[in-house]
């Protein structure tokens, strides 16, 4: 996990799942990597991440880095939801962690990702959607 303290960006050691809700809002930002590798490709463009919902409902903007046509920037990008970092440049990195530093973008950004946690990523949301939208009788047993 990345925290950015002043003008730099530290590498911190990793910790156990069970501290992961509390040391993210110890941060900056938490970065959601996707991959840029051709080889993964089918990964990058069709998955989206559980850690996503989590990143999003830390309190600390999520810094979203891989390209453009991945499934967690397409389906992120129109809501606002998150600082994106498209292409693989230095000069991108650095300007997306500028636009964290700033100050108003990610009061907005984070108003933007409480909102779609809210309203589109809850458990509620998606029960109902697995129960009534895609009439999974077997979800009814689990949940």
């Not at 453009?68 to 920037?73: K, L, P, Y």
Request: net charge neutral; hydrophobic share 45%.
């Amino acid at each position: 996990m990345l925290a950015i303290k002043n003008a730099s960006v530290n590498l911190r050691q990793s910790f156990s799942p069970e501290q992961v809700a509390k040391t993210m809002r110890d941060y900056d930002a938490v970065v959601l990597p996707i991959s840029f590798r051709p080889e993964m490709r089918h990964m990058s463009c069709f998955n989206i991440a559980t850690k996503m919902a989590e990143c999003l409902g830390s309190g600390v903007p999520t810094l979203v880095i891989g390209p453009a046509d991945s499934a967690m920037v397409k389906f992120l990008e129109p809501y606002d939801a998150a600082v994106m970092v498209k292409d693989v440049s230095k000069q991108s990195l650095i300007d997306g962690i500028e636009r964290i530093r700033s100050g108003s973008e990610p009061t907005n950004v984070l108003r933007n990702a409480q909102q779609l946690v809210l309203t589109e990523l809850s458990f509620d949301v998606w029960y109902y959607i697995i129960i009534n939208k895609i009439h999974c009788e077997y979800a009814k047993d689990i949940f």
